[in-house]
């Protein structure tokens, strides 16, 4: 069983070393930087890199609807006075009606890695930015590595190495120990994608002040 559990670890090593290169060849590598600096403390600061998800005020068009909001997933081009150029990689819109329910659409969905569609948002309409630091991303693509690991051992390797194909017996106790091992997998992931998730920061508007508000910068 040691031998199995050295197996797990070592796999579980060569996938957050993908994950990790996977990173480092999607991060953003414009020259302008762009920051969200917290309206009460411009001290701190958090460096924008990668893709996070931006909040958008909309416009409702039916009379039966609560609330209405558009989810951008992309990165930020530039920064102006009054505005911000945003690059969309996915299109998210969801909507809360007077019935009480819940309705998403993915509209229009894009190439994450390309620059395909490239809107103009004015302040006033951001709501906030989900965002994950570089660290949160990188273990994020590590869990679901494990995840997938988890499931391509448990599901496909277990059995197949676990059947004496010259008799044709099922051994089950060699399936036992390497369905332990994407069960490991399993387990690990689970505490490594709850320290993955993004955080959501409400953007200020009207000089908005608080704890919770930032503002957006580009140097």
């Given amino acids: 069983m040691k031998n199995y559990i050295i197996l797990s670890l070592i796999l579980f090593v060569l996938v957050s070393l993908f994950s990790l290169k996977s990173f480092g060849q999607n991060s953003n590598n414009k020259k302008e930087i762009f920051y969200l600096v917290n309206s009460l403390n411009p001290k701190k600061k958090i ?27 992309g990165n930020i081009n530039s920064i102006s ?93 060699r399936y036992y120990k390497f369905a332990g091992v994407g069960l490991f997998s399993f387990i690990v992931s689970l505490p490594i994608a709850a320290l993955s998730s993004s955080k959501k920061y409400k953007i200020s508007r009207n000089n908005q002040k608080g704890e919770d508000f930032w503002h957006l910068r580009a140097r």
């Fill in 47 to 73: 460096k924008l890199s990668g893709n996070y998800e931006l909040s958008q005020e909309a416009i409702k068009s039916d009379s039966t609807m609560k609330e209405m909001k558009i989810s951008l997933t």
């Fill in 81 to 173: 006075d009054s505005s911000l150029i945003y690059n969309i990689s996915q299109e998210y819109i969801s909507f809360d009606s007077d019935e009480g329910y819940h309705i998403v659409m993915n509209p229009r969905k894009y190439d994450k890695n390309k620059i395909i569609k490239v809107v103009d948002i004015p302040f006033q309409k951001v709501n906030s930015i989900s965002y994950s630091t570089p660290t949160r991303q990188v273990l994020g693509g590590i869990s679901n590595s494990a995840a997938i690991l988890s499931a391509f051992t448990t599901l496909i390797v277990a059995p197949l190495v676990s059947i004496n194909y010259g008799s044709g017996k099922f051994r089950q106790d």
